[in-house]
């Protein structure tokens, strides 16, 4: 173990994240899959999937989510669900809707699967659409319609950024039309292909203002009929989120090619090599090697957050956002008013409260874009 990761005792992880695919048939502007997706190998194969859910199960994970991309594109997560039902995780299916029918929903109940939930971009079919570069809008309606009717709690999942943060009061009536029982409101976080298009997708302030009323007005309106969940942009936070609740301390994420990262964004982060569950062992990726240990503990932090009384609580923050937006990872996590990269993050709220012509286009997710970023090697946002 690193000398970082010895400051403090390694627990076991508790929530494991499967992305089965980076294959989606939706191309989301705010996907938080990389933007150089195209750059990896093949999948994982049923076997070793089910190896993955044995190990990371022995380790102690308790809670599983199945994921993406889309993991309805896999044909075999029947039998992953099944298998891990029979390990005894709690299991999650977050998807887009795309792909399922009335055989595959009834074969994922009798397989175990604890919970669904359902993406919608927006309440109108046309911005819905939009967003996703997807006619998917009337069959996501017919997919919650589905989710409800076998028996799931109705949980959907909202991204909200500038483009339709002003239709939350309509999102949640729909939602209460669909008979939700769950609402997560999640606003963008700027990594993946979102940081690409940041410019065309931080709200205003006063966007954020309103919606954050209407979310309020909507709660009073329904009590407990609907937990609604309202999640703030890190941009207009004055404290970065104790991401993960620390690196390498109750989350581990398997990637499509089998790649084991700390957190979802972290591959693109530079000076780590990531291991591979085709080249070592769960147990040795998550206690032993270099890369989880990397920002375990507090030796690797620079001032001020070596000093901060709220190092036990943030753990420094985020160290994908601070390297997309200073270079480097180990600063301090610039949401933090605190951090001497603090203007970076004010300045592009300010940007946002007069917005202009983006200087970018908005690049949707697909393999075409994938690849020209890649390509191009340069820096996405300032």
């Not at 076997?47 to 994970?61: F, H, Y």
């Not at 943060?165 to 309509?170: A, R």
């Not at 180990?330 to 983006?358: F, G, I, K, M, W």
């Amino acid at each position: 173990m690193s000398e970082a990761g010895s400051e403090r005792k390694v627990g076991n992880p508790l929530w494991l994240l499967a992305e089965l695919t980076y294959r989606c048939p939706l191309h989301c502007v705010y996907c938080s899959n990389p933007v150089d997706y195209t750059r990896y190998g093949a999948e994982l194969s049923t076997d070793e999937w089910v190896r993955v859910l044995r190990e990371a199960r022995a380790l102690g994970c308790a809670q599983l989510g199945f994921s993406g991309g889309e993991p309805l594109l896999r044909d075999d997560l029947e039998a992953l669900v099944q298998e891990a039902h029979r390990l005894g995780y709690y299991t999650n299916l977050i998807t887009s809707g795309v792909g399922l029918n009335e055989r595959r929903i009834a074969a994922l109940k009798a397989g175990g699967l604890d919970h669904i939930q359902l993406s919608f971009q927006d309440s109108t079919r046309e911005l819905n659409d939009f967003l996703s570069h997807t006619r998917t809008f009337d069959l996501k309606y017919r997919m919650a319609q589905l989710i409800k009717a076998h028996g799931y709690p109705m949980v959907l999942n909202v991204v909200l950024h500038r483009q339709n943060i002003d239709h939350v009061e309509q999102i949640l009536e729909m939602a209460e039309k669909l008979g939700a029982e769950y609402v997560e409101l999640a606003n963008t976080q700027y990594y993946g292909w979102a940081f690409v298009n940041r410019d065309h997708l931080l709200p205003s302030r006063e966007q954020l203002e309103r919606a954050e009323a209407a979310t309020q007005r909507f709660r009073e309106k329904v009590g407990d009929r609907m937990r609604i969940y309202f999640v703030v942009p890190d941009y207009y936070a004055n404290r970065p989120k104790a991401c993960m609740n620390g690196w390498g301390s109750v989350f581990v994420c398997v990637c499509p090619d089998g790649v084991v990262l700390p957190c979802h964004e972290a591959r693109g982060l530079p000076g780590l090599t990531f291991p591979s569950v085709r080249e070592a062992s769960l147990q040795w990726i998550w206690y032993e090697s270099p890369a989880f240990n990397r920002y375990r503990g507090e030796g690797w932090m620079k001032a001020p957050c070596r000093s901060c009384p709220e190092r036990v609580k943030d753990f420094g923050g985020c160290r994908c956002q601070a390297y997309l937006l200073t270079g480097d990872p180990a600063n301090a996590d610039p949401v933090c008013d605190l951090s001497p990269y603090h203007r970076v993050v004010t300045e592009a709220v300010a940007r946002a409260q007069r917005p202009t012509a983006a200087a970018r286009p908005i690049l949707f997710r697909d393999d075409r874009n994938a690849r020209a970023l890649s390509e191009a090697q340069a820096p996405l946002a300032q």
